[in-house]
């Protein structure tokens, strides 16, 4: 038999072979059968060594065609049954549109979270870098180069947790100013924020905690002004609690500040009439500030004649309570999910 007539045997057989396939399972095995290692069509060739040069190719040429017929019918075969298997799957998995979708439940921020991230993000467009600070503090900082030293008695106000004589739990963010200060060698201006946590001996009520967030606020430079501190302090006002707000200054006393104020805002629920927010004042203070004390400037290497300062110190939890008009600050500790996924939804900003 030449060549020729194996291959038409083969073709007839791979008719008959083709017509009883059934599945998908059913063409591997005869794509092995025909186009396997050891398959009908490499068997054509196996005698091709004892062939003369002329034969080979010819008989190279045939037997390839032929592997190229077999491949195209087997291939059509297939995908003819994976269409016909696809419908068949897709007429058994009935879809019943009318059922109601699985919901599955979407973490909220804590209100705490949401607070610290927009005055971040506001400071950070417009130039701040945030750092942090840590928070078993060395006395040297959080008080002594805040021009603080031992027997002041400003340090009565911020009843600290002390772990030795002289490292306690930072009573405040302050420290990170001196810090920032200090490691900054070459004196260059400095802009930043720095949001962390604070401890002070306080017995916890609805307004008072033993720990809770601030977020201190730091700019040095020559010619820095107390106009570059109120202008900062009204954006912020602005975009915390809506663009009508304005702010005023008081003055007040901070040891590391000179001239020293407590910033209020006018008040977000009445507009300044008077209501039970603003206790019928028109004005919510909202946070610390003030020119930073050449004291400090000197102790931390930035020469006072040179370079002036301003400093902003904010509660996280007050801010979040009048925004939110949340009452109890032991409310943000709690951690009752439902309560405070609810302050999410306020805003609808997820
Ligand atoms: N550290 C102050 C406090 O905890 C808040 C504060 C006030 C920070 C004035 C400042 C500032 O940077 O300038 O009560």
Redesign the pocket.
Known sequence: MNLEEKIENLRQQLEADLAIINTTADIGTLRVKYLGKKGLITDLTKDMATLSDEEKKKVGALANAFKGEVAGRIQVLEEMFKAKELEEKLKKDKIDPTLPGRTFKIGSKHPLTKVREEVESLFVSMGYDVVSGPEVEEDHYNFELLNLPKEHPARD??DSFYITEELLLR????PV?ARTMLKNEKKEPIRIICPGK?YRRDADDATHSHQFG?I???VVGENISLADLKGTLDVFAKRLFGEERTIRFRPSY?P??EP?YEVDISCFKCGGAGCNICKNTGWIEI????M?HPNVLNACGYDAKKYTG????I?IERVAMLKYGISDIRDLYTNDVRFLETYDRVEGDK
Do not use: D, I, P, R
């Not at 009573?171 to 302050?174: A, K, N, P, R, Y």
């Not at 946070?287 to 003030?290: K, P």
């Open positions: 106000a911020q009573s405040q963010t302050s100013q604070v601030q201190e606020g730091l901070f590391f500040t020293s946070l610390g500030s003030g930073v301003f400093a902003f110190g509660g």
